[in-house]
């Protein structure tokens, strides 16, 4: 990619450009650093192919070390999250801890963050410490996913042609992380604004981030997120709203890559059980569910204690190349989960899901999460996981002042 070789020199300046303003801003509040980081985490994934690897995954620890040094407990941690967290840990550390590989090491700890992510924003004050930037982090945030679309559509950069068709990027190299960035901002603005404006800028970068990089579980994510939202305003008005700027945005051009994913298959979409080559929606369900039962059938298939313990690290690619003849990853944490770290820790993943919806946190913005997590996997998606868990910490979101 041309343009990433250009930009590099420029992204380590301003790599370094951060790390010194993050001392400085240190030594004068951690509240405004934490805030920093959190509005940062949108643009390593919207332009990580010009950043150092895994940068994202560094921000993102960063803010959640953070948070333990510096956060406040706000209610009593319940036992069902002690208890939870302590099944999934455990079995997290006993398959990834032996340090194998350094893809290893790296699942492992995003494995425990996702873990300490939800205690933060279930027991501590993390929506107070933020409050204050919320709104500069959000704008950010926009700005990240707009642009990288932007950069896209225009021709001003070509990016990752994802599949060998649609879902181009900018200087992302995932869609399905911006797609998902975009979905989290989107959805906090829209409902957490209290007038129109701010409410459509939100739902704009929601629906363009789902429509332009042509990723699929992000239109499902869409449709759940807006369910969840018009549900709660109990009116016709935000429907309108978002069917007026869906159109607009199908008018614009901006549906090019969705046309295109929606319409040609992969070889991955191949992989219904009857070896169609079904493209759109269709190819999304068959090809995943041939995924998930091979993955399933390895995993049933092995001794006893494996199922309630787990097969291990990297068990769902060695069942899926037995099965298929490619090391397919498990494309859903409740697979990958189940088949790699047993039942008990499946549970106790559920239960962890069951918390965060109960602590307060904006529904729609956890939506989007959870349908990844469910669809495609989110855990592995640890910047835009981070960004999401610390933006949904709110007491109670607005509603639309009409």
Do not use: C
């Amino acid at each position: 990619m041309g343009g990433a070789a250009v930009l590099a020199p420029v992204a380590a300046a301003i790599l370094v450009l951060a790390l010194v303003s993050g001392v400085i801003i240190a030594r004068s509040s951690t509240d405004l650093l934490a805030s920093a980081v959190v509005a940062a985490l949108p643009w390593t994934v919207a332009y990580d192919s010009v950043l150092p690897p895994q940068v994202g995954t560094v921000a993102a620890l960063a803010f959640l070390g953070l948070g333990m040094l510096t956060f406040e407990r706000r209610r009593r941690v319940s036992l069902a999250l002690v208890a939870a967290a302590m099944v999934f840990s455990v079995a997290a550390a006993y398959h990834f801890a032996g340090f194998d590989a350094t893809d290893d090491v790296v699942q492992l700890t995003k494995y425990l963050g996702f873990v300490v992510a939800i205690y933060l924003v279930t027991a501590t004050d993390v929506a107070r410490r933020i409050a204050p930037y919320r709104r500069a982090i959000l704008v950010s945030g926009a700005l990240a996913v707009l642009s990288a679309v932007g950069l896209s559509l225009t021709g001003t950069v070509v990016g990752v042609d994802y599949y060998g068709l649609g879902e181009a990027t900018g200087f992302a190299t995932s869609p399905h992380q911006l797609a998902l960035v975009g979905l989290l901002v989107g959805g906090a603005l829209a409902s957490r604004s209290i007038d129109w404006l701010q409410r459509s800028g939100g739902l704009l970068v929601a629906i363009v981030a789902a429509v332009a990089t042509g990723v699929r579980q992000a239109l499902v994510a869409a449709g759940a997120m807006v369910v969840a939202l018009v549900w709660r305003e109990r009116g016709i008005q935000v429907l309108g709203l978002i069917a007026a700027i869906t159109m607009l945005v199908l008018v614009s051009g901006t549906a090019s890559a969705l046309e295109t994913r929606l319409t040609t298959a992969t070889s991955q979409d191949a992989l219904d059980a009857g070896g169609a080559n079904v493209a759109g929606v269709q190819g999304l369900v068959e090809s995943r569910s041939t995924i998930w039962l091979a993955a399933l059938d390895g995993w049933r298939d092995s001794d006893g204690p494996t199922v309630w313990i787990g097969a291990g690290a990297n068990s769902v690619q060695e069942f899926e190349l037995e099965r298929l003849g490619v090391p397919f990853v498990a494309h859903s944490d409740a697979i990958e989960v189940i088949v790699q770290l047993g039942v008990l820790a499946s549970l106790a993943w559920a239960i962890l899901w069951a918390i965060l919806f109960r602590s307060g946190a904006d529904p729609v913005v956890l939506i989007p999460l959870l349908v990844f997590a469910v669809l495609n996997g989110v855990i592995g998606y640890f910047a835009p996981l981070v960004f999401g868990l610390a933006i949904a910490a709110h007491d109670r979101p607005a509603r639309l002042r009409t």
